[in-house]
Structures are given as structure tokens and as C-alpha cells.
């Protein structure tokens, strides 16, 4: 191991709408700031620029208050972890050069963190923590993924969406039923109102048994819509039960998947993470799939399954403890590289 002492790690996300700063010692959190972008609702979606504006304004602060809150000082933090990509450039660039300045500035050792993979192991922030080798599902607005995480090196890709991904069809249900940006929130909302069984909504059947696909589904709510409301007015009545009978299906299609995959792969622990996983419906079939299986379930809580520093500083700490650090020459990128980055398999 890189080092067996106490680590003061500090921590930076800023791959889309979320600036966030983390303070952790080792495993245990001592301070997370999240700085959410909430003026992007009256657009429909995150503005790139706008969102890089908005990194380079709150920063500084943050980090600021992440040191007030933890009590530490900057000369006391031993590591500097940061998001360096999937993400909008621009906004990754803020974070990423803000946490290479510290690194360089106070001579202390860097990590530049795989988004995903800070997702992917942010069930370690948990007081009960996942067993390898374990299954993760990862759901958030740009990614689905099913993944056999063998420990914190050896990460084996066994399905993703061939299309949309699950939150992103959470977002474009809830613009075309009116309800806007974010859609997560809004359509569980709405669903809990609404009688799950009222609507028979397909989920697309793959010849790849692992991945997932969602722009079948989305469609047919769109076809649902045309058809019986082609005004556009859809009561409240009506609106609650597409919502719910949406979330249903796909929630279904995520936990079949992964029940498929529990029973060709045998694991000591379920972990459910990223943005989607704050859906109750959601968590509350994969902890009733991790009981009938009878295997622990990890699920973070709602602090952190969005995007949150907490999970990027502890993530650059479990490859720092096994030896890895990066050069100050790293650059951030979009989308997931085919490189060292993302340690999948």
C-alpha cells in the first residue's frame, strides 16, 4: 500500500451541473459541499457555458468552506483527487486545473478520478460497505452500466444501454409530459399518485442478455400521448398514472437484468449507485432482490448518489493506497476512454 497512515484527502467534481468539495480522512468524511446549478431548469437542460461560469465562481469558496468545515488547513491535506472525465469539457476543466494547481502549489500527490468509477465505489462510503466480489448497477442521467467488480482494480463490463440511458429517458418522459428539468424528481412525484398498473408499457428484449436499451419505452409513452391526448392536455389524473406506469417499466427492466445476472455470477454483495439510484421505487426493489437472494445490499444515501466530491476523493484514495497517482499533464475528456482511466475490463 501506498501509504497505511491517516490520508487528509481533498476532493473536486465539476463534469456537469454539481460543484462539489470533499474533505475525507481515509474512508471517513469530514466535509461534502455540493453547489447545484439550479438556473439550468429554465433552459431545459445544463448550458455548457453557463455551467462552466458557474464552476469558475464557486470553486474557490467551496473549497474554502469544505477546509472551515473538516477544521483542516490546506497544508494539511496529503492528496488532491479530482473528476477528470466523462463530463462537459468545459466544466471538467475547472475543476481538474484548480485541483493540478493545488497539487503542484502545495507539492502533494494527485489523482485524477474516473466519474464512473467514483459511482461505482461510492457504496465504500457507507458505515456498511460492500463485499468483493460484488455486482454494481450504475444509473445515472448519461450511463447505464452492469458491472462485476472483482476489487478496486479489476472492474468487468457486463452490460450497458444500447441507447438512451435510464436517467436520461427519466428526463425526456418528463418533457414530454410537461413536468421539465430535472425529470427524476418529477416523475416519482407524479407516480406516486398514479396507479402503476393502469398502462402496459413495453421494455425493448435484447439478443445481448446484460445491456438495456430505453428509447423503446420512451416511445411508446410518446404514442400513448398522441393517441388519447392529441390536444396536449393531459389531466393530472392521467398524467399521474403515465408517470407511474413509465417508472414501473423501467425499473422492472433495470432489476431484471441484474437478477439475470445473479444467477450466472456468484457475489457477496449488491450495490445500486448514481444519480437514479435516489429513486425510491427504485432502491425498494433492489433491496427486496438483495433479500430474496440473500446477500447484503449497498445503497448510498441521497447525498451521495448524484454527483458529490466525497465519492471522487474516495475513489482516488483506494488507487492511491494501491499505488497509482497521476501527472500534472493529465488532460480531462468527455467521454469514457478507452485508457487507464476507467478499469474496466
Known amino acids: 500500500m501506498a501509504d497505511s497512515r491517516k490520508v487528509n484527502i481533498l476532493g473536486i467534481e465539476s463534469s456537469c ?15 461534502n459541499l455540493i453547489s447545484s446549478q439550479h438556473f439550468h431548469k429554465a433552459y431545459g437542460g445544463v448550458v455548457p457555458e ?9 470553486i474557490k469558496p467551496l473549497v474554502e468552506s469544505a477546509l472551515q468545515t473538516a477544521d483542516k488547513n490546506l497544508e494539511d491535506i496529503d492528496l488532491i ?7 462537459l469539457i468545459g466544466a471538467l476543466l475547472v475543476g481538474l486545473t484548480f485541483a493540478k494547481g493545488l497539487s503542484y502549489s502545495l507539492n502533494k500527490p494527485f489523482v485524477a478520478v474516473n466519474h464512473i468509477e467514483g459511482h461505482i465505489f461510492s457504496g465504500f462510503i457507507m458505515e456498511k460497505k460492500p463485499e468483493f466480489p460484488m455486482l454494481v448497477l450504475v444509473v445515472s442521467g448519461g450511463h447505464t ?23 436520461e429517458a427519466f428526463d425526456k418522459v418528463s418533457k414530454l409530459l410537461g413536468f421539465g428539468y430535472p425529470g427524476g424528481p418529477q416523475i416519482e412525484a407524479s407516480a406516486l399518485k398514479g396507479n402503476e398498473k393502469s398502462i402496459k408499457f413495453p421494455v425493448a428484449e435484447l439478443k445481448d442478455e446484460y445491456n438495456f436499451s430505453f428509447s423503446g419505452l420512451k416511445t411508446s409513452v410518446l404514442r400513448f400521448v398522441q393517441k388519447n391526448f392529441p390536444e396536449g392536455n393531459i389531466p393530472e389524473n392521467d398524467l399521474n ?17 441484474v437478477n439475470l445476472a445473479l444467477s450466472n455470477y456468484r457475489v457477496k454483495s449488491l450495490s445500486l449507485v448514481g444519480g437514479v439510484a435516489a429513486n425510491k421505487r427504485l432502491r425498494n426493489e ?3 432482490l438483495a433479500e430474496k437472494v440473500k446477500i447484503p445490499c449497498i445503497i448510498p444515501s441521497l447525498e451521495y448518489c448524484g454527483d458529490n466530491a466525497a465519492m471522487i476523493a474516495l475513489r482516488g484514495f483506494q488507487l ?6 497521476d501527472s500534472l499533464s493529465v488532460m480531462p475528456y468527455p467521454a469514457i476512454p478507452e485508457n487507464h482511466y476507467l478499469r474496466i475490463q
Open 320 to 325: 492511491y493506497q494501491t499505488g497509482i497517482t
Open 145 to 167: 452500466l452492469l458491472l462485476y467488480v472483482e476489487s478496486f482494480t479489476k472492474i468487468y463490463l457486463l452490460g450497458t444501454t444500447v441507447d438512451d440511458a435510464a436517467g
Open 241 to 257: 398514472n403515465i408517470s407511474a406506469s413509465f417508472q414501473k417499466a423501467l425499473v422492472e427492466a433495470l432489476v431484471k437484468k
Open 50 to 58: 453557463l455551467s462552466s461560469r458557474a464552476h469558475l465562481q464557486m
Open 286 to 288: 433492489f433491496s427486496n
Open 81 to 87: 483527487t479530482a473528476t477528470a472525465g466523462p463530463g
Open 17 to 31: 451541473d454539481e460543484t462539489s468539495v470533499s474533505i475525507l480522512i481515509n474512508e471517513e468524511v469530514k466535509a
